[in-house]
């Protein structure tokens, strides 16, 4: 993975030193917070409803485990043992004190991370396929490009101070795993037909109030202009982009207020200015970035194979939990775990302190010491031998990491919601939790099959809920809790936003809603090989609107 | 015309060496439990509680302050908002265990 070089070290050890004077100073009271707000934002710092909340970065969602170890050892001495893994491939603290911010981001600093740029008007985290590096299917790895983002736009004076926030996202695969269609940018890494490589490129997707599906704006752009061609992006967006408005303010309004047609037409004049330019990426460049990410040397390890085999017979859990949180490899002999922060009943993306390390050490024993975070809010272990994976279950297991449900319908998204958030109007982890005691049963679910339920608890969106297969978004009427349900909606490369099904539910109805829908899906399903998502497309949503309101559907 | 019936209220910040939840309280200190925050009844109190609060803003102790309303129970006060009172008894769930104690305490 990426190592920090002298200029990185550099930058990062003077922020931290400025931003403990800052702190220093407003604990003194020579600050206003009116001045020290916009501050402790650049630095990752949020006041939430019951203490300050930290963001740490996790560029595209990479992690070694000495940075696993330091998470762990934050959570437990400056917060209360665990942490909060987020929609963006980064970690949250819920209870972190401004008198230790520097203390924390010295610490951060020493296993070179941070939290620059995880707030404010900039560009956000590039994030990333999770399975990056390892994925049968990518065409290469997309990190490095994601690495050049980084760099290139971390404290980029042209772009520190944007209408609004700005997220790219970028992923390798014909199978979309980093969402990249609601992002602000999406970057599709793909050859050409003689095997060059280049981008697809995307811009004005995003969820929030008003969730818009990314448009195509550039089908291959060479990997050379991937930084001239976005800084025209940037360039149009900055110049054009409405600061009128806060809800106006991000790409994807521009796009749809002024027509990608005309847009990227402006786009593509700027890029003209730009082109084969200084921000050409030389080839020597981009091979030294590459080179961090060489991966690992996966030795032959065919033995696997049977061991796999005669395990999964042996141990019914054991293969169901190979069948759901195991992908296939590149390398044959190798799989792609994903380790579900998902425990029936638990708080989706939660991590205690003891289980950062946990997963950490495994990492080591048994994953060339890499770890991913992923947007669903999960951990990934992307290269561990077959023949490693039965020890691997037995620690997990031990750890309370061990739950089978990647991809299945207690693998929920939810955001932190109103027991967190100073922005939400309704919970959002109560919910996740009780429909995932309602549905926790290891059959039950394997019946159902792929289903994702992400849940936001205000527009805002950050739980994903306009992408969801069922989408919950919490809202507060007459004071109370009530929470929408949309069908429909898939983060993936066949992308739609999820449609309101109708009136909303009180809290204490959302998981019997859930379950009539789902019930509406098995009875009217083909077969257990249409997944929800192909059910609801071809029959729509009207069966689930009679289902859930009977005749009182219109009424809504 | 008929006059709204008028709700207590209490004055509610987040401190600002660590963002905790604080109310205050009837001897002017910040109380780290609703139940010990003083409870204006009238409008003149309600004025000294936003003036205390300014007051403490601009003194750099809090942060984020807010008169809040209040209903009158006898195990003590409850905000009307959901949000208020999730601030004043912490997060409705079960979080990581070496919490419990701590909120309990505070709550």
């Not at chain 1, 740029?117 to 994030?127: K, M, P």
Request: one cysteine or more.
């Amino acid at each position: 993975m990426y190592r920090y070089d002298e200029f990185d070290h550099a930058f990062v050890a003077q922020r931290v030193s400025q931003f403990s004077d800052q702190v220093a100073r407003r604990l003194k009271g020579e600050i206003s917070e009116d001045a020290f707000k916009p501050l402790r934002l650049m630095n990752g710092v949020y006041l939430q409803l019951h203490a300050y909340m930290l963001r740490v970065a996790v560029p595209y969602g990479t992690l070694n485990s000495r940075q696993m170890h330091k998470l762990a050892h934050i959570a437990r001495t400056y917060d209360r043992g665990y942490g909060h893994f987020t929609t963006r491939q980064n970690i949250q603290y819920n209870w972190p004190a401004l008198k230790d911010m520097p203390a924390i981001l010295e610490e951060l600093a020493e296993v070179e991370m941070h939290a620059i740029q995880t707030s404010g008007n900039c560009i956000r985290n590039v994030t990333a396929d999770h399975f990056a590096g390892a994925a049968a299917d990518e065409v290469a790895d997309p990190r490095p490009y994601a690495e050049i983002l980084r760099q290139w736009s971390s404290v980029h004076p042209e772009f520190s101070f944007l209408p609004r926030k700005f997220k790219i996202a970028v992923t390798a695969s014909e199978r979309d795993r980093a969402a990249i269609q609601v992002h602000d940018i999406g970057l599709q890494l793909k050859k050409d037909g003689e095997g060059r490589l280049g981008f697809a490129v995307w811009i004005g997707g995003g969820q929030g109030r008003t969730p818009i599906l990314a448009k195509k704006v550039n089908d291959f752009l060479p990997e050379a202009d991937l930084l001239s061609y976005v800084t025209a992006i940037m360039r149009v967006y900055n110049l054009h982009g409405r600061r009128d408005n806060k809800y106006k303010a991000r790409i994807k309004i521009l796009v749809h207020e002024t027509g990608v047609e005309k847009l990227s037409a402006e786009i593509e004049a700027e890029w003209m200015h730009l082109k084969d330019g200084e921000l050409t990426l030389p080839e020597a460049d981009i091979a030294a970035i590459n080179a961090y990410f060489a991966p690992p040397a996966l030795g032959a390890r065919a033995e696997g194979w049977g061991e796999l085999a005669a395990w999964k017979k042996s141990d019914p859990d054991f293969a169901s939990w190979v069948g759901r949180n195991v992908a296939p490899h590149r390398h044959p002999d190798y799989g792609m775990v994903t380790i579900s922060l998902k425990p029936i009943g638990g708080i989706p993306g939660d991590a205690s302190a003891d289980q950062m390390d946990a997963v950490a050490r495994l990492a080591v024993e048994f994953g060339h010491d890499e770890i991913r975070v992923t947007h669903e809010q999960n951990l990934v272990l992307p290269h561990v031998a077959l023949a490693d994976l039965e020890p691997l279950y037995r620690a997990l297991v031990a750890e309370g990491l061990a739950t089978a449900n990647a991809g299945l319908i207690t693998d929920i998204i939810a955001c932190p919601g109103l027991d967190y958030c100073a922005l939400a109007n309704a919970r959002s982890i109560p919910v996740a939790q009780e429909i995932s005691k309602r549905f926790g049963d290891a059959a039950r679910q394997a019946e159902i099959g792929d289903l994702k339920i992400k849940i936001s608890g205000c527009i805002n969106a950050c739980g994903h809920h306009h992408v969801g297969h069922i989408g919950i978004l919490g809202v507060e009427k007459k004071g109370a809790e009530l929470y929408q349900i949309s069908l429909g909606g898939s983060g993936d490369e066949n992308a739609s936003i999820g449609q309101i099904t109708g009136r909303g539910f009180e809290p204490d109805q959302v998981t019997d809603a859930i379950e009539t829908i789902v019930d509406t899906y098995l009875a009217l399903r083909t077969g257990a090989e249409e997944t929800f998502i192909a059910c609801y497309r071809r029959i729509g949503a009207d069966p689930f609107k009679a289902a859930l309101y009977g005749g009182e559907a219109q009424a809504a | 015309m008929k006059t709204a019936p008028f709700k207590t209220r209490v004055l509610t910040a987040n401190r600002l060496s660590d963002g905790v939840s604080v109310w205050l309280g009837a001897s002017g200190e910040w109380v780290l439990s609703i139940r010990d925050a003083f409870l204006a009844r009238h409008d003149e109190a309600v004025s000294a509680i936003e003036a205390a609060g300014a007051q403490a803003l601009a003194d750099n102790r809090v942060v984020d302050v807010n008169v809040i309303e209040v209903e009158e129970t006898p195990t003590g006060p409850r905000p009307y908002r959901l949000r208020e009172r999730i601030r004043a008894e912490g997060p409705s769930i079960d979080y990581a265990p070496v919490a419990s104690a701590r909120v309990s305490q505070a709550a």
